[in-house]
């Protein structure tokens, strides 16, 4: 029986180079179109989604607050946070790279698409179903753990730090590219996070992995997890670390679920 071929003919070196070259040409001219949008939206999102959580009325805090009832919903509501500039063109430069970050969150799944152009020509077709019904699943699962970021785990770890004080002689003042840089690199690598049931799930499709490998291998993710969600949350507290590491280690146990069980010898 002869062997599977890969989906096209097999193209030249110089072939792959300039489709390489196409691929990212289109990427970046998406990417810009998109960070132009988000540019000129920016004050628009500023005030009514990216400095949400710094208000009592946020979305998990009313919430929270009307779980709890009582006093204690009037108290917990009466959030504030004041974001202050301490640099000359830190207002600006955040405008910018926020604009970039949205740009990339927004067209992520269009970046993987261009990638996943480029490689089909060298898998095979039982590799190549595996890699489109995984597309559309990731892409759902990367927007899910933006969300879940945005709106459960920055927020916790936010309100925790804003409420943390040492001693009541030392005030709390945030400052914008402090806030920016937890606010993006939380919700960015959340939504990444999500990606590993599907690549678990991918991987082991393909062989690379087996369910049992999964398990045997726990104890060592679990170290890798505990560094990633370290390298996630900048401040290094134990409560913000644990805020990250559960869910990404709940995706890890949910990946052992999706992939492929070892198979028996008969």
């Not at 927007?143 to 785990?153: H, W």
């Not at 606010?183 to 992995?209: D, K, N, Q």
């Not at 990633?228 to 134990?238: E, M, N, R, V, Y």
């Amino acid at each position: 029986m002869a062997h599977e071929q890969p989906h096209e003919t097999t193209q030249s070196f110089w072939e792959h180079l300039e489709a390489l070259r196409w691929a990212i040409l289109r990427s970046l001219g998406v990417l810009l179109v998109a960070m132009v949008g988000f540019f000129a939206a920016m004050p628009w999102l500023f005030d009514h989604l990216i400095l949400a959580p710094t208000h009592g009325d946020f979305l998990l805090y009313r919430w929270i607050a009307r779980l709890a009832g009582g006093e204690f919903a009037v108290s917990y509501q009466q959030f504030e946070v004041e974001l202050i500039n301490i640099r000359v063109a830190s207002q600006f430069m955040t405008h910018i790279s926020t604009s970039f970050w949205c740009a990339l969150v927004a067209t992520f799944p269009y970046l993987i698409y261009e990638i996943w152009r480029f490689v089909r020509p060298a898998l095979y077709r039982a590799e190549r179903r595996a890699v489109a019904a995984a597309f559309s699943t990731g892409t759902a699962l990367f927007f899910t753990g933006c969300a879940v970021g945005y709106l459960v785990v920055f927020p916790i770890m936010f309100r925790f730090l804003a409420d943390y004080q040492l001693s009541a002689e030392i005030a709390n003042q945030i400052a914008l590219h402090s806030y920016m840089g937890n606010f993006l690199g939380t919700i960015f690598m959340m939504g990444v996070a999500f990606e590993l049931p599907i690549l678990t799930w991918l991987i082991s499709r393909i062989g690379l992995v087996t369910r049992e490998q999964l398990k045997y291998y726990r104890r060592h993710a679990v170290v890798i997890l505990l560094v990633a969600a370290a390298l996630i949350t900048p401040s290094g507290d134990p409560f913000t670390l644990m805020v990250v590491f559960l869910p990404l280690y709940l995706l890890y146990e949910a990946g052992i679920c999706f992939a492929r069980p070892a198979e028996r010898e008969s």
